[in-house]
């Protein structure tokens, strides 16, 4: 079945950066790009941008443009998100998960890794 | 941040039916973007519950059906089971400034 199973739990300090990593198995991974979406405690989750894995096209929601970065091994079937000059509202889950698309008005996100908890605290 | 909207809860006893808005605008919803819906139980990642407005993946039960017309989509739950006590959220694509996936405030269901 299809799956993305993301690395574990980190806590880092302000100022640092924190890489996330999404494996993917179950499907041919160059098919489908994957979006990164974080959820803070309590609220909804928020869209950061996707990265297509086929081409490496990326595109980053204007609220994180310039401190996150996307990347992918194609070879390891893995994605990879990298926040920087973290703060304290950062503190999340991230996830990964796969955009599956038949048309511009015609696309959804399924399935969701598990999540990964980022905790900033000094 | 462009925001579709709901309401914070719902509540409904074993067996009833309940139902969740999502009202958009004319740069999400209104444009014909497809709206999803997602079930989240605690401590877990969200799900995929309805997508393309109306559909159901495989391995969703039948009871849970969506509709979407104008600027707002509807998530019905019929046949309450306590299994269904979670946060949901409807979710579209906006095309406002540089476009972007845009999730709904969020629906705690409660099953009484």
């Known amino acids: 079945q299809v799956q993305l199973v993301q690395s574990g739990a980190e806590v880092k300090k302000p100022g640092a950066s924190v890489k996330v990593s999404c494996k993917a198995s179950g499907y041919t991974f160059t098919k489908h790009a994957i979006h990164w979406l974080r959820q803070a405690p309590g609220q909804r989750p928020e869209w950061m941008g996707w990265?297509?894995?086929?081409?490496?096209?990326?595109k980053y929601s204007q609220n994180f443009q310039g401190r996150v970065t996307f990347t992918r091994d194609t070879s390891a079937s893995t994605a990879y998100m990298e926040v920087s000059s973290l703060r304290y509202e950062d503190t999340a889950v991230y996830y990964c998960a796969r955009l599956v698309w038949i048309g511009e008005y015609e696309n959804w996100i399924d399935p969701w890794g598990q999540g990964t908890l980022v905790t900033v605290s000094s | 941040q462009s925001v579709l909207t709901q309401p914070p809860s719902v509540s409904g006893a074993p067996g009833q039916r309940v139902t969740i808005s999502c009202t958009g605008s004319r740069s999400n919803i209104g444009a014909g973007y497809d709206v999803h819906w997602y079930q989240q139980l605690p401590g877990t990642a969200p799900k995929l519950l309805i997508y393309g407005n109306t559909n159901r993946p495989s391995g969703v039960p039948d009871r849970f059906s969506g509709s979407k017309s104008g600027t707002s989509a509807s998530l019905a739950i019929t046949g309450l089971q306590a299994e269904d006590e979670a946060d949901y959220y409807c979710q579209s694509y906006d095309n406002s400034l540089s476009g972007s996936y845009v999730f709904g405030t969020g629906t705690k269901v409660t099953v009484l």
């Open positions: 990265i297509n894995v086929g081409n490496d096209e990326r």
